[in-house]
């Protein structure tokens, strides 16, 4: 893999969408920090990575903890020789039909959803100060933050609250040459989206596949999504081709919604 000079940090990276971000990243030339709450997922990637020639460190992070969020950012800047992207991925999917939301499931997802990506907002705007340049943060929502989901009250909550952060970041951080973008997956073959097909299908008294049809059926091109699939739109973020976008929501669904 050769290197772009590039550094990038991908929340939420050991596994499903994110460790697909971090791999399709560093085969374009990223050096990657992957940050995950389980560190044996991301050091397994990190080591992927660094076997296909690649470039890649990892890193246990809480995203809900700002201060975790920006010691992970200062170890990738240190450790790889500069910061230019961040990818705020990590989140939590509960299935939450409206009267079963507790407090501590409000408090819990909130934090991880959004203010895990405030925190990333903030950390990799301190490193491109310090460093005296600009960069791309790049967010994680949903399609469930596009459109209202059933059961997912909090979820499709927390995704449409970051598509309102990422267009007021876009807004504030332009003129120091940041640009700040979402992407939207559809219904990804990830372990959390495989977990909410199964609870949503167990509330109805229906089987996993059940669960996953009633929101898949409406996706245009007719399949799932690979977590490649949502990389390759994250990559276009990432890189120079995006230069002239920001405050956007880049929607990797197969045609599930329309704007």
């Not at 409206?98 to 907002?121: A, S």
Request: negative net charge; proline residues 3%.
């Amino acid at each position: 893999m050769a290197s772009n000079g590039k550094v990038a940090m991908v929340t939420g990276g050991g596994q499903g969408i994110g460790e697909a971000i971090s791999k399709r990243l560093a085969s374009d030339g990223f050096a990657v920090a992957i940050a995950d709450l389980n560190l044996e997922n991301a050091n397994k990637v990190a080591s992927a990575i660094e076997a296909d020639g690649g470039k890649a460190v990892a890193g246990k992070t809480d995203v809900s903890d700002r201060d975790s969020v920006f010691a992970a950012v200062k170890e990738a800047s240190e450790k790889l020789g500069g910061f230019d992207v961040i990818v705020n991925n990590a989140g939590l999917g509960p299935t939450t039909p409206i009267d079963t939301i507790t407090q501590e499931q409000f408090d819990t997802v909130y934090h991880v959803n959004v203010g895990g990506v405030l925190w990333g907002i903030q950390a990799a705007h301190a490193e491109f100060k310090k460093l005296g340049h600009g960069g791309k943060i790049i967010s994680a929502t949903s399609q469930a933050g596009v459109v209202g989901n059933p059961n997912l009250a909090l979820y499709s909550g927390t995704k449409f609250a970051i598509r309102g952060v990422t267009q007021v970041a876009a807004r504030d951080l332009a003129a120091e040459g940041i640009t700040v973008n979402a992407y939207a997956p559809g219904i990804v073959k990830t372990p959390m989206m495989f977990d909410i097909a199964h609870k949503v299908g167990q509330n109805a008294g229906k089987d996993d596949e059940w669960g996953m049809q009633t929101f898949a059926k409406d996706i245009t091109l007719g399949r799932l999504s690979e977590p490649e699939d949502v990389a390759n739109g994250v990559a276009f973020l990432a890189g120079p081709d995006s230069n002239y976008i920001t405050g956007q929501t880049l929607e990797v669904d197969g045609g599930m919604q329309f704007h």
